[in-house]
């Protein structure tokens, strides 16, 4: 059974950080390229950075600077390091991966940054 669990979310103040992480099972992990994605209050789910297998990364240019996605393959583990935190990123974080055909998400842990 494949499960991505995520946790690490909470309130911050603006300015402040927090780290998020998604333990994984059921899944070749160390040969999955993963995301992290979130949803804010009435917009569209999007993406906020990816980590292939290789270990390199991609961010998308509002995190940019700020947010650093890592993956420890020994424990199933992406991390998602938040810096600088902003109100605009106040959403639900997600992670999500494909595995033989499917796409798979965890339950989202929600990020509150006020200001």
């Known amino acids: 059974q494949v499960r991505l669990v995520e946790s690490g979310g909470g309130l911050v103040q603006a300015g402040g950080s927090l780290a998020l992480s998604c333990t994984t099972s059921?899944?070749?992990?160390?040969?999955?390229?993963m995301g992290w994605y979130r949803q804010a209050l009435g917009k569209q789910r999007g993406l906020v950075a990816r980590?292939?297998?290789?270990?390199?990364?991609y961010d998308t240019d509002s995190v940019k600077g700020r947010f650093t996605i890592s993956r420890d393959n020994a424990k199933t583990t992406v991390y998602l390091q938040m810096n600088s935190l902003e109100p605009e990123d106040t959403a639900v974080y997600y992670c999500?991966?494909?595995?033989?055909?499917?796409?798979?998400w965890g339950q989202g842990t929600q990020v509150t940054v006020s200001s």
């Open positions: 980590i292939l297998r290789e270990g390199d990364t």
């Open positions: 059921g899944i070749n992990f160390s040969f999955l390229d």
């Open positions: 999500n991966t494909i595995f033989n055909g499917g796409n798979y």
